[in-house]
């Protein structure tokens, strides 16, 4: 019986079909094999965007897996609690990190039902606190069982920090439009008795010209103090990057022709960009400000020089190094000097000199880097602006 139930299958299927059959399951193998492997990229493109991102926000995370392991902490959490080694904490319970940094907390001392900020005084250095908001939120998957937990970290002084900042920029704002009046008087008056003095006194004229020099850097950081108050909108434009940054040499003239500082271009006179030229402008005649004041009377040197950056077929940058002979960024200030209100001038100064010429090139969609000079051995400045070719 058996025998006579399997001659029909065998006549059914033939060789030549079984061949057929192979290849189809060859083809549909194939074609799951590369499904997987795109979705093995799609994957790790997804957590490298995921971790690109966790890593620029300027909030602490840390990230746990079901088993409430630490599995990532990002480069803010570190930052901000540089005293110790954060990594010794990576593949460790996520209450050893608690217990350690919140004065012997616990998980379960900090979640919530609901997404809402605690907030803990949290242990950043041997010697110091600090007021802190934490959020806790659970990763659940499609079956909502719990995968992990994600903690944030918001630092409570930075957020008071940014608040003085906006109420002390809208007074600033105030308070200079009061003083530009006065002090375009001063000057004006000034520049009348410089031209009209007859007797010529080179100690009268010396004492004109430092209380006409005096009043432009009054003006200058009135103009800085303002920048950094207004909402900046750019209306951008096709600009030759020679013109820009020639017309921001002569607008610095003020500290640049008092110093005796020696200027040195190498630019492109064909480079053009797409920028707002006033804001870029403004952005320039800091960054020279910065270094004329920063390199030594009569011999200071500012070297300025442009160069195309080609990244890829997609995004290319025109970078603009300004470098000089002053003494340099100090290793332990050098990530603060973007910071607003932060200055190493002895003489006083807002601080508000290269953060403005920061936000300048980054609403364009550029940015800067500071570093010290291999080549006259101060500070450099590297400007990158979207290129147009």
């Known amino acids: 019986m058996a025998k006579e139930h399997m001659q029909p299958i065998a006549e059914i299927i033939t060789g030549n079909e079984l061949k057929k059959a192979f290849e189809s399951f060859e083809i549909a193998s194939q074609k799951l094999s590369e499904y997987y ?18 890593e620029s926000l300027p909030l602490g995370v840390i990230i746990t897996d079901g088993n409430n392991i630490v ?77 992990g937990r994600i903690f944030i970290i918001q630092n409570i002084e930075e957020i008071k920090k940014f608040k003085r900042l906006a109420e002390l920029g809208e007074m600033s704002a105030k308070i200079a439009h009061e003083i530009r009046n006065p002090l375009g008087s001063i000057e004006l008056f000034a520049s009348i008795l410089q031209k009209d003095l007859k007797d010529k006194n080179e100690e009268h004229l010396e004492i004109i010209s430092h209380i006409i020099s005096a009043v432009k850097n ?12 207004k909402i900046v909108k ?87 190094n300004f470098e000089d002979n002053g003494p340099g960024f100090p290793k332990d200030i050098i990530k603060n000097i973007f ?16 953060s403005i010429a920061l936000n300048n090139v980054m609403i364009h969609g550029g940015y800067i880097n500071a570093d010290n000079s291999e080549k006259l051995g101060g500070a450099k400045i590297s400007v990158f602006l979207p290129y147009l070719a």
Do not use: W
């Open 71 to 147: 599995k990532f902490i990002n480069k803010s959490l570190s930052e901000l609690i540089p005293e110790y080694d954060l990594v010794n904490y990576l593949d460790r319970s996520i209450d050893d990190f608690l217990n350690f940094f919140f004065n012997d907390g616990a998980l379960n001392h900090f979640i919530k039902p609901i997404f809402n900020p605690i907030e803990k005084m949290m242990k950043v250095g041997s010697k110091r606190v600090i007021p802190v908001f934490l959020y806790v939120k659970n990763i659940n998957t499609v079956s909502k069982k719990n995968s």
């Open 218 to 229: 009054m003006n200058a950081t009135i103009n800085n103090v303002l920048e950094f108050s």
């Open 339 to 354: 910071n607003p209100f932060f200055s190493t001038k002895k003489s006083g100064g807002t601080g508000l000199g290269l």
């Open 234 to 320: 750019p209306a951008p434009s096709k600009c030759n990057l020679l013109e820009s940054i020639n017309k921001s040499i002569i607008y610095a003239s003020y500290i640049i022709k008092q110093k005796n500082i020696k200027i040195i271009r190498e630019i492109d006179k064909n480079i053009s960009a797409e920028i707002d030229e006033n804001l870029i402008e403004q952005a320039f005649i800091n960054i020279l400000a910065n270094a004329a004041y920063a390199a030594p009377n009569d011999y200071g040197t500012i070297d300025i020089k442009s160069s195309i950056l080609l990244l890829d077929n997609e995004s290319s940058y025109i970078c603009i």
């Open 37 to 54: 492997k795109n979705l093995e990229d799609e994957i790790k493109d997804l957590k490298e965007n995921l971790n690109t991102v966790l």
